[in-house]
């Protein structure tokens, strides 16, 4: 290992605290000036009202920030955009201010949920359910403050799905997911009209048979999140 003898650490706990030491005199200036920004570490957003001021801030910051402050500004970054194109922490503002989701934000996540859900794991459902509800509530206390509601109600039927599936393959053979069919209440015929089914997994938790067994009630029952409820206790 080499010994580090200029810069810190990308993603290291000491980048944010110098860069809040650093940039304290742009954050004046840009109160002085009666802007409204907000600013994470070095990532800085200033909100005008049409894309003349906005040309007019920036060159404006540029010169502040080289010049007097002598730091170095990444040009490529730095772009004008509507307020609906930002994607700011993850966050994206809506016309009428409120914040929302952004769908990079919406497709990392499904991206780790499948990582976590992928049918070959060989974990206990239990566990699985476990890890999704950890890696739920970190995310929705994240972005509680984004209006996402709709994009959640499809999330939640996706997840669930996927849910399905894994449990459904738990079963392997046919005659195992016959019986655990017959066990959530499902007739004996409509099971094994499921089970006796050639489609691959992701179809037969498609089929009614498997979402009237495994239905809101019972992933309640099995410890997952009400992501919804706790979404709106959040999001006041």
């Known amino acids: 290992m080499n010994q580090r003898i200029k810069g810190t650490p990308q993603g290291g706990p000491l980048s944010p605290l110098l860069s809040n030491i ?4 742009l954050d004046k200036e840009l109160e002085r000036r009666g802007h409204c920004f907000v600013r994470y570490a070095d990532d800085v957003i200033v909100l005008v009202g049409s894309e003349c001021s906005a040309e007019r801030v920036q060159n404006s910051l540029i010169n ?3 010049g007097k402050l002598r730091l170095k500004v990444n040009r490529q970054k730095s772009r004008i955009v509507k307020c609906w194109g930002i994607n700011f922490l993850g966050h994206g503002i809506n016309v009428d201010g409120s914040l929302i989701l952004t769908w990079p934000s919406e497709d990392r996540l499904k991206g780790k949920l ?3 859900t992928r049918r070959n794991r060989g974990c206990s459902f239990d566990q699985l359910i476990a890890q999704v509800n950890r ?3 970190g995310w929705l206390y994240y972005f509680r403050y984004a209006k996402m ?11 669930k799905h996927r849910l399905r599936c894994y449990r459904l393959k738990q079963c392997k053979r046919a ?11 499902i007739p004996k015929n409509r099971s ?3 089970a006796a089914s050639r489609r691959g997994w992701w179809r037969k938790a498609c089929t009614p048979a498997a979402y009237e067994g495994m239905n809101n009630s019972w992933f309640a029952d099995q410890g997952l999140i009400d992501v919804m ?4 206790r959040l999001h006041v």
Do not use: F, P
């Open 175 to 185: 005659i195992g997911i016959a019986r655990w069919l017959q066990k959530l209440g």
């Open 135 to 137: 890696r739920m509530q």
């Open 114 to 116: 499948r990582q976590v």
């Open 22 to 25: 650093v940039l304290d005199e």
């Open 64 to 66: 502040y920030l080289e």
């Open 229 to 232: 409820n706790v979404y709106s």
């Open 149 to 159: 509601r709709k994009k959640l109600a499809s999330l939640c039927s996706w997840l």
């Open 192 to 194: 094994w009209t499921t």
